[in-house]
């Protein structure tokens, strides 16, 4: 036994035991220890605390969080793929107290009705329509924007806004251009309605901010501003494994994350659930505590030395993402842009936090994402996106109108690493798939909790994919080369096309809004498609892991949460949704975390 004093002084027992502190588990904590006063309630969080730190409430520090050498992010790599041109997709995940909602890029985008009808219709989830789920979001939500408006909240401890300042003028530029180019595709107050009204319009984008300029996130909404005595919440606390006996979860064992306490002891640690426990890591945290425990497929379990205690073929499997893919345009040097910001220039940053202190404005009250479009092809346009696509459509789109293709921005900057870039102004021509059809997973390779997991993103693996990031492509250029502060693609990241092909890159200022579309051939569709390959990204909108489905199509827990085959064991995260949903997920996991929490609530007696 090591010698060493531990960071937390932890009891050996509770009634309610949580893996994970993120953004479902911090909303699942706080309502039940609200709702019953005389239960004991324990929150095991991996990464660090969150509270009262800058970084975590002034909006514009979101990159920050990407940085290597970030304690706030889990970054799992995975396998090298042909799809993605032999490369290795790196996918972050939060990794401190309040999970996602504290690192996020603050974009309120929520799913459509049909994607929660799915989860009830389509695998029998009673319970999980969209009649059930909307009522979670408008629970979670205060909605500044307009308190009264239909399908959002008006009372929760979010905050949702346009933040503190005006839009940049890349955004209203983006709002101006796209309905003039497109006259099918017009502007709306409403892009967030959850229906088909909500498709093909172009809108003003909310964020998870305050009109004061903070950050809404769960940490700092459900848990440190209040004072629940009932509740210990500890961060540096990598559960190992569940405890199971006889078929029912007794409890959990940790240890310390040296990431977070580097000196801590590092032997194992048992705490009691006398009630129940609920495994909340998240899509890519929670298959490995599931699989470490003994529950999952058995042949990935045997390969990694782990006795079987539950064969559930489904846990680690189902992954999916939004494939992220982002085409850098050059700005007017003029253009306010995120891009020095980015570049950590030092009297960029000296502004912004004089301006934030004073009156939170300026670039650190918002996000990178003013304005954007849920787009979804019109009938004419369905054979552009070519006959490998139509299969696709016809099962995930066709019939359900409230459902978009891809959801698509041009953003003041270019949020990635720009060390190696030359120092311009950029704006980022980003679009996202709603309805990925590719699929990947996630899977232990031994006992270690430390160890890095066997990850396959999946990305691109379907060509349906491919095709509509084509299609995406061409979209989103049409609108940039309009607009007034475009002044030229940045070329190194775009497709490669001929010198004397018409989708040469050669344009250095914008052209007419009724200026003629460009035309490509089968040879710049292939250019496209490599470049495709080469540039699509994670979204960080992991889910699907440890879906909500039956047991025979490798499901893993029910419509209650609870885990197949185990007794008082729940898992409540984005690794349960059985199917994707076409948004940003901070959305999805704030209904959820409010769903599991009425769930929970019901079973211990009292309605929330």
């Not at 989830?125 to 308190?147: C, F, H, R, V």
């Not at 003994?294 to 205690?309: P, Q, Y």
């Not at 030092?346 to 954007?372: F, H, M, Q, Y």
């Not at 016809?394 to 459902?403: F, G, H, I, M, Q």
Request: aromatic content about 8%; some cysteine.
């Amino acid at each position: 036994m090591s010698t060493l004093a531990p960071p937390h002084q932890i009891h050996t027992e509770y009634d309610l035991v949580f893996a994970g502190g993120g953004t479902a588990a911090c909303i699942i904590a706080s309502r039940l220890a609200v709702a019953f006063p005389d239960l004991s309630i324990l929150v095991l969080e991996r990464g660090p605390t969150t509270e009262s730190k800058m970084e975590h409430i002034q909006p514009g520090r979101f990159l920050t969080h990407l940085a290597p050498e970030s304690k706030t992010m889990q970054f799992y790599t995975s396998t090298p793929s042909e799809h993605v041109a032999g490369r290795s997709v790196v996918v972050p995940a939060g990794r401190c107290i309040g999970g996602g909602s504290s690192v996020n890029f603050m974009v309120y985008n929520r799913p459509s009705a049909s994607d929660f009808d799915a989860w009830e219709k389509e695998f029998g989830n009673a319970g999980w329509s969209a009649n059930d789920m909307i009522p979670m979001l408008q629970k979670a939500e205060t909605y500044e924007i307009d308190p009264n408006k239909s399908t959002h909240g008006s009372d929760g401890p979010l905050k949702v806004s346009f933040g503190r300042d005006e839009m940049l003028d890349i955004g209203r530029q983006y709002l101006e251009i796209g309905p003039k180019l497109d006259k099918n595709r017009p502007r709306s107050d409403e892009g967030n309605g959850l229906n088909e009204e909500s498709i093909n319009v172009f809108f003003q984008c909310p964020k998870w901010s305050s009109t004061d300029g903070c950050r809404s996130d769960v940490a700092h909404h459900y848990i440190y501003n209040k004072n629940l005595e009932n509740l210990s919440v500890f961060d540096g606390c990598l559960v190992d494994r569940i405890v199971i006996k006889d078929g029912v979860a007794t409890g959990l064992e940790y240890i310390f994350d040296t990431r977070v306490y580097e000196s801590a002891p590092q032997d194992i640690r048992s705490v009691k659930a006398l009630k129940l426990v609920v495994v909340s890591a998240g899509a890519m945290g929670s298959p490995p505590i599931l699989e470490r425990s003994g529950l999952g497929k058995k042949e990935i379990l045997e390969k990694a030395g782990i006795s079987v205690v539950n064969d559930l073929s489904g846990v680690g499997a189902n992954y999916q993402d939004h494939a992220f893919y982002i085409s850098p345009y050059i700005a007017d040097p003029d253009s306010i842009t995120f891009d020095l910001l980015f570049r950590g220039d030092p009297e960029t940053w000296r502004i912004a936090r004089e301006k934030w202190e004073k009156d939170r404005s300026g670039l650190l009250s918002t996000n990178i994402v003013d304005s954007c479009i849920k787009m979804r092809p019109l009938p004419h346009e369905l054979d552009e996106l070519g006959p490998e696509f139509m299969d696709y459509w016809n099962e995930v789109l066709a019939n359900k109108p409230d459902r978009p293709l891809f959801w698509h921005t041009i953003s003041p900057g270019l949020p990635a690493d720009q060390s190696a870039l030359p120092p311009l102004k950029f704006m980022s021509s980003a679009s996202i798939l709603g309805y990925p059809a590719s699929r990947g997973h996630i899977h232990v390779v031994s006992k270690d909790p430390y160890a890095v997991p066997d990850f396959h993103a999946g990305y691109l693996s379907n060509p349906a994919d491919v095709s509509a990031l084509r299609w995406a492509y061409k979209k989103g250029r049409e609108l940039t080369r309009r607009m007034p502060a475009f002044r030229g693609a940045f070329a190194p990241a775009h497709p490669q096309f001929a010198a004397d092909s018409p989708a040469a890159l050669t344009e250095t200022r914008p052209v007419p809004v009724d200026a003629p579309n460009i035309v490509y051939s089968a040879e710049d569709d292939k250019a496209i498609d490599a470049n495709i390959r080469q540039m699509v990204q994670t979204t960080w909108h992991s889910l699907g892991t440890c879906a909500m489905k039956p047991l025979p199509q490798g499901g893993v827990v029910d419509s209650k949460l609870n885990v197949h085959g185990v007794q008082n064991l729940k898992v409540a995260d984005l690794s349960i949704p059985p199917s994707n949903v076409n948004s940003n997920t901070y959305s999805t996991a704030v209904a959820i975390g409010e769903k599991a929490a009425m769930i929970i609530a019901e079973e211990l007696g009292c309605t929330l």
